[in-house]
């Protein structure tokens, strides 16, 4: 079993020379380099990406929008052009680091739609290494990640900006807040719910037994954009918190209340004991909504009562006077 994956490495690193020098035969000097950097980026090597190559991908952002695009195209004919689980993930690895770091253009490139033409439908829902039990289970972390990251897509054209990008931090605190207060009940309500479908898909990682130093650097990434989902669900949690009043009894309270319960059952999902100002938050949140619903039940039996109340006062009187006619 050693020798037979001695053998198979051997071949990657054959293929990874292979590919590197037809990358250098390219036509134009432009697609040469934009491949060259993609390849070195994703090797069949099972380990992360080093920062230098990555930083040589990113770099392109910084040029034409004709060498963006070039190097989105590069990138993702890759990801679907290899059957090797250690280069879908480190492929899905640069795609996140491009949604994190990456230029402007660069990810305006990343997130058309592909109705449009765009090419960020990753589409690795069936992706199978079935080369040994170990690429095996990796192709489940590639099914997984690939997911995320389509999430991640779909959440920042719902919130309007990328929320786990560096650009983001441009956008201060207090007009994300005075965005946040401008916002519907009903807005709001969908903010949260795409950012819990979010941390729940953090919550459907693999359990693995067989992890590398790639998969290690994927969780570490995806924690950090949990942190930063963690800011974005509680500024909206406490705004809605504050218009418990104001909200539509019976459909806007109950899809609060439920998305809170979605939202609280991650924090056992996730194993995490981290941030309790948040969970906190949640907790005491979710109160609140009971609270506020048992509170217009009580007031809504109440109104029924009196009006039962009334219409046995308005028979009786009705009858009253009938027996007065009777009697006059």
Same mark, same amino acid.
């Given at each position: 079993?050693?020798?037979?994956?001695?053998?198979?490495?051997?071949?990657?690193? &054959?293929?990874?020379?292979?590919?590197?020098?037809?990358?250098?035969?390219? /036509?134009?000097?432009?697609?040469a380099?934009?491949?060259?950097?993609?390849?070195?980026?994703?090797?069949?090597?099972p380990?992360?990406?080093?920062?230098?190559?990555?930083?040589?991908?990113?770099?392109?952002?910084?040029?034409?929008? @004709?060498?963006?695009?070039?190097?989105?195209?590069? &990138?993702?004919?890759?990801?679907?052009?290899?059957?090797?689980?250690?280069?879908?993930?480190?492929?899905?690895?640069?795609?996140?680091?491009v949604?994190?770091?990456?230029?402007? /253009?660069?990810?305006?490139?990343?997130s058309?739609?592909?109705?449009?033409?765009?090419?960020?439908?990753?589409?690795? *829902?069936?992706?199978?290494?079935?080369?040994?039990?170990?690429?095996?289970?990796? *192709?489940?972390?590639?099914?997984?990640?690939?997911?995320? @990251?389509?999430?991640?897509?779909?959440?920042?054209?719902?919130?309007?900006?990328?929320?786990?990008?560096?650009?983001?931090?441009?956008?201060?605190?207090?007009?994300?807040?005075?965005?946040?207060?401008?916002? @519907?009940?009903?807005?709001? &309500?969908?903010?949260?719910?795409?950012?819990?479908?979010?941390t729940?898909?953090?919550?459907?990682?693999p359990?693995?037994?067989?992890?590398?130093?790639?998969?290690?650097?994927?969780?570490?990434?995806?924690?950090?954009?949990?942190?930063?989902?963690?800011?974005? /669900?509680?500024?909206?949690?406490?705004?809605?918190?504050?218009?418990?009043?104001?909200?539509?009894?019976?459909?806007?309270s109950?899809?609060?209340?439920?998305?809170?319960?979605?939202?609280?059952?991650?924090?056992?999902?996730?194993?995490?004991?981290?941030?309790?100002?948040?969970?906190?938050?949640?907790?005491?949140?979710?109160?609140?909504? &009971?609270?506020?619903?048992?509170?217009?039940?009580?007031?809504?039996?109440?109104?029924?009562?009196?009006?039962?109340?009334?219409?046995?006062?308005?028979?009786?009187?009705?009858?009253?006077?009938?027996? /007065?006619?009777?009697?006059?």
């Amino acid at each position: 079993m050693g020798r037979l994956k001695k053998l198979r490495n051997f071949i990657d690193i &054959l293929k990874d020379k292979a590919s590197l020098i037809q990358a250098t035969l390219s /036509i134009t000097k432009c697609h040469a380099s934009v491949n060259v950097a993609v390849l070195h980026a994703t090797t069949h090597n099972p380990s992360p990406p080093s920062e230098k190559r990555l930083a040589a991908v990113l770099n392109f952002g910084n040029r034409s929008r @004709l060498t963006a695009c070039a190097c989105i195209e590069v &990138l993702m004919d890759r990801l679907h052009d290899s059957q090797s689980a250690s280069v879908a993930l480190k492929c899905l690895l640069t795609i996140h680091n491009v949604i994190n770091r990456g230029s402007f /253009i660069l990810k305006d490139q990343l997130s058309f739609y592909p109705c449009c033409g765009g090419k960020n439908f990753l589409n690795l *829902s069936n992706f199978r290494d079935n080369s040994d039990v170990e690429t095996w289970e990796l *192709s489940n972390w590639v099914r997984w990640y690939a997911g995320l @990251l389509e999430q991640s897509l779909m959440l920042s054209r719902v919130l309007g900006y990328y929320f786990c990008s560096c650009d983001s931090n441009i956008v201060d605190n207090k007009d994300k807040e005075q965005k946040v207060l401008s916002l @519907l009940n009903s807005e709001l &309500l969908n903010e949260i719910n795409v950012l819990v479908d979010f941390t729940e898909r953090i919550c459907d990682a693999p359990d693995s037994l067989q992890v590398n130093s790639l998969v290690f650097e994927v969780m570490r990434i995806v924690s950090e954009d949990f942190m930063l989902v963690q800011s974005e /669900i509680f500024v909206r949690v406490m705004e809605l918190g504050n218009r418990m009043e104001s909200m539509i009894y019976g459909t806007e309270s109950t899809q609060f209340f439920n998305v809170l319960k979605r939202l609280e059952d991650c924090k056992e999902r996730l194993n995490r004991a981290d941030n309790d100002g948040f969970w906190d938050l949640i907790r005491q949140t979710k109160k609140k909504v &009971l609270m506020v619903k048992e509170k217009r039940e009580e007031m809504r039996l109440a109104v029924v009562t009196m009006g039962h109340r009334d219409e046995s006062a308005v028979s009786e009187s009705t009858r009253f006077g009938k027996q /007065i006619a009777d009697s006059g």
